[in-house]
């Protein structure tokens, strides 16, 4: 199929809402053709290192939040599903947008209960390290791994490997693994900046005992 393209250097998800201030000139001719048109959709693909990844995710509009007097617009879009490009057209027919022939990747959303509520640990404790918790309220077991993805201390080839990995067990599986590695060494700092708090604090401690007459 083909959809148009706003490519950017960021890494969205199926299920995830995202928040746009759009500011060229063909992006908000392309939001005003998804306010026009509420059945299309568009695709963001990663730029990474100055080119366009060739997988990317699918989006609809959700809602135009503000339109200024400069034409600008803060919208906000929710990732459908991701997507591998055959072809990019620049520009797209007529449009000042570009687009792409791509293909929609089907995926696999049936997970395993116990990993689920693993990950879901693993999370809660990787979350109470951190001086600001992201927590997640409306959480979806099908999708979990997306919606904690951003927060979750991936790098961007990890973004990228877990975008496509077409099943959501697999992906709850890589994040546990991710987790895993990561925490021992988090909590290892933790422990050297309480030991470098405490060194600053006056101590109450037991003085050795000496045995009578020695």
């Known amino acids: 199929m083909d959809i148009a393209i706003f490519p950017l250097q960021l890494i969205a998800f199926p299920g995830e809402r995202l928040n746009l201030h759009v500011f060229e000139?063909?992006?908000r001719d392309l939001f005003n053709d998804l306010k026009a048109d509420r059945t299309m959709t568009f695709g963001i693909p990663?730029?990474?290192k100055n080119e366009i990844h060739l997988m990317g995710t699918q989006l609809k509009l959700v809602e135009i939040v503000k339109q200024y007097e400069t034409g600008e617009m803060d919208v906000i879009t929710e990732g459908i599903g991701a997507f591998a490009i055959n072809k990019i057209f620049n520009p797209y027919g007529d449009k000042a947008y570009a687009g792409a022939n791509v293909e929609i990747l089907l995926d696999d959303d049936h997970y395993d209960l116990a990993k689920f509520e693993e990950l879901q640990n693993l999370y809660e404790e990787f979350q109470a390290m951190l001086t600001q918790r992201k927590e997640i309220l409306d959480k979806d077991p099908k999708k979990f791994s997306f919606q904690i993805a951003?927060?979750?201390g991936l790098n961007e080839e990890q973004k990228l490997a877990l975008l496509a990995t077409p099943s959501e067990e697999e992906r709850q599986e890589i994040m546990i693994d991710h987790f895993k590695f990561i925490m021992p060494s988090m909590r290892s700092i933790q422990e050297t900046q309480s030991?470098?708090?405490a060194n600053g604090h006056f101590?109450?401690?037991q003085s050795f005992k000496f045995n009578p007459g020695k």
């Open 195 to 197: 030991r470098i708090i």
């Open 203 to 205: 101590k109450n401690l």
């Open 25 to 27: 000139q063909r992006y």
């Open 150 to 152: 951003h927060y979750a």
């Open 46 to 48: 990663p730029v990474v």
